[in-house]
């Protein structure tokens, strides 16, 4: 097959570096879009079908992160292949964010020619074969829909059994069947005995038996088709449950035809069942999915409004500061939720993604017994800590280098017991008022967990103990008394890799 070009979009704001990028994936032989800034390269994507980004990480105006995070918005490039070109230095941090964002691999400079076309030439060869396969899969649909309308107006010419039988025999998970309509007599294959999980030695073949195995709503609609073809129907398909002899419930689609004689009566009616059970679960699965991806989608927007909306400070960079401070404090947590599935968040990983970017100077010790929080205990919990973190590294413990701060919990009568004590900061003194941090924590663990929130203002430093019940709606906490976890200097930082 003739080598199909693909375009590629090579974006950033230095020419040399856009020339130098033509240069080593001219060999490629693959069409070369560029594009000097970020505005740019969107329009050309509006216009243009592009196969692989080759972007620039930082770029004036519009950087390649926040370019990234525009393309992704858009339903035609959610799939489109993205690579980061970053003169920095990466972090990991970076390229969890840069994955996020959508791409797909980072390329350090100085650029490698053959590294980089090789990473190139991959992903210009997965577009090109997927287009293929979707085109190929559009010619297969179409055949298969020109197949189907075939087989529907041959439909009432199929009054062979031993016809539908091949069918359903080459079709594996399909069986056929027939009645004779002059003395009553029925006729399944061997798929159709599979599909209802019958021994066929075992089990006499008439209508009554039949209708044992159909579920009790279905049965009486058995009854209305087969009336409905003694006054001219010809053809019928329906979707029915069948209940097995051995206690399990399955779905089935049948389709069916009826031949008719000259006086208009039903001579055979003649089917083909197929078990879509597992279509069914699958439904069922999606559905579900859907409605909890939804659930949760509202309940994360929810808390980013309140935290926009509730956030107070003096000017707007300290505004800016603590609004990205506790939306990054919900992400973190987010991304733990979401390697579980969102099954729940084990409290020694959320403490130690909160306490990570104070831990490298032996500063913060943890320890206590696994538990595994629920989804929206783990949110509320996560912001509380982050308000205490913020507190203590601008105040408090965190704020010096001699500062130490411990946290310790237990798990008692389905409640968690969190203890948070500083110790060799500056002196404390008990505020007057309560500050916007204070009544976020204290709204976080008291109204939206039902819990307490206590602060004992030592001079030598905070205690702040928090307490959490871990039983709701009638959800259980997993627990592991057996396991604990203690970090020490900086072995925080080692757990959250």
Not at 41 to 47: D, F, H, M, N
Not at 167 to 192: K, T, Y
Not at 269 to 293: F, H, M, P, Y
Request: glycine fraction near 6%; include cysteine; charge should be negative.
């Amino acid at each position: 097959m003739e080598h199909e070009k693909v375009n590629i979009l090579l974006v950033d704001d230095q020419p040399a570096k856009l020339l130098a990028y033509e240069v080593i994936l001219k060999e490629l032989d693959e069409n070369l879009v560029v594009a000097t800034s970020g505005r740019e390269a969107l329009e050309i994507l509006l216009k243009t079908e592009i196969a692989v980004i080759l972007v620039d990480v930082c770029m004036p105006e519009l950087d390649g992160f926040e370019l990234a995070a525009m393309i992704r918005e858009h339903p035609r490039f959610q799939k489109t292949a993205m690579i980061f070109i970053s003169a920095i230095q990466v972090s990991d941090f970076d390229r969890l964010r840069g994955y996020e964002m959508g791409a797909v691999d980072y390329v350090p400079v100085p650029v490698v020619p053959e590294v980089l076309r090789a990473k190139i030439r991959v992903f210009a060869e997965l577009y090109r074969k997927t287009r293929q396969l979707e085109r190929l899969n559009s010619e297969l649909e179409d055949r298969v829909r020109a197949r189907t309308a075939e087989l529907e107006r041959s439909t009432a010419q199929l009054v062979e059994s031993e016809q539908r039988r091949s069918m359903a025999i080459a079709a594996g998970q399909m069986g056929s069947w027939d009645w004779d309509g002059s003395n009553g007599d029925w006729m399944w294959d061997e798929g159709q005995y599979r599909i209802f999980g019958i021994d066929p030695q075992g089990f006499e073949l008439t209508s009554a038996n039949i209708a044992t195995l159909l579920h009790p709503e279905d049965a009486e609609r058995v009854k209305d088709v087969i009336t409905a073809f003694s006054k001219g129907l010809r053809s019928h398909e329906a979707e029915f449950r069948i209940n097995r002899p051995d206690g399990e419930q399955r779905w089935c689609i049948s389709t069916a035809a009826a031949t008719i004689d000259k006086l208009g009566r039903v001579v055979r009616v003649s089917g083909v069942t197929v078990d879509i059970t597992e279509r069914k679960r699958a439904e069922e699965r999606q559905n579900l999915l859907t409605r909890e991806v939804d659930h949760r989608a509202k309940n994360a927007l929810t808390l980013a409004q309140s935290i926009v909306r509730l956030t107070r400070a003096e000017n707007v960079q300290s505004y800016v500061n603590a609004v990205e401070g506790r939306i990054n404090a919900l992400a973190r947590v987010h991304t733990i939720l979401s390697l579980s599935s969102w099954q729940g968040a084990e409290i020694g990983k959320l403490v130690a993604e909160e306490l990570a970017p104070y831990a490298t100077a032996g500063q913060v010790h943890f320890d206590g017994a696994e538990v595994q929080l629920q989804p929206a205990t783990a949110q509320s919990l996560a912001l509380a800590l982050h308000e205490l973190v913020t507190n203590s590294a601008k105040y408090g413990a965190l704020s010096v280098l001699a500062g130490q701060l411990s946290i310790t919990w237990m798990i008692e009568d389905d409640r968690l017991d969190l203890i948070w004590v500083e110790t060799g900061g500056p002196p404390v003194r008990e505020p007057t008022t309560r500050g916007f941090g204070t009544r976020s924590l204290m709204a976080s663990v008291e109204n939206q967990l039902g819990g307490q929130a206590l602060f004992d203002w030592r001079t030598e430093g905070l205690v702040c103990r928090l307490r959490v019940p871990l039983r709701r709606d009638g959800a259980t906490p997993e627990l592991d008394n057996g396991a604990h976890r203690t970090v020490a200097a900086g072995a925080v930082l080692q757990r959250v890799c």
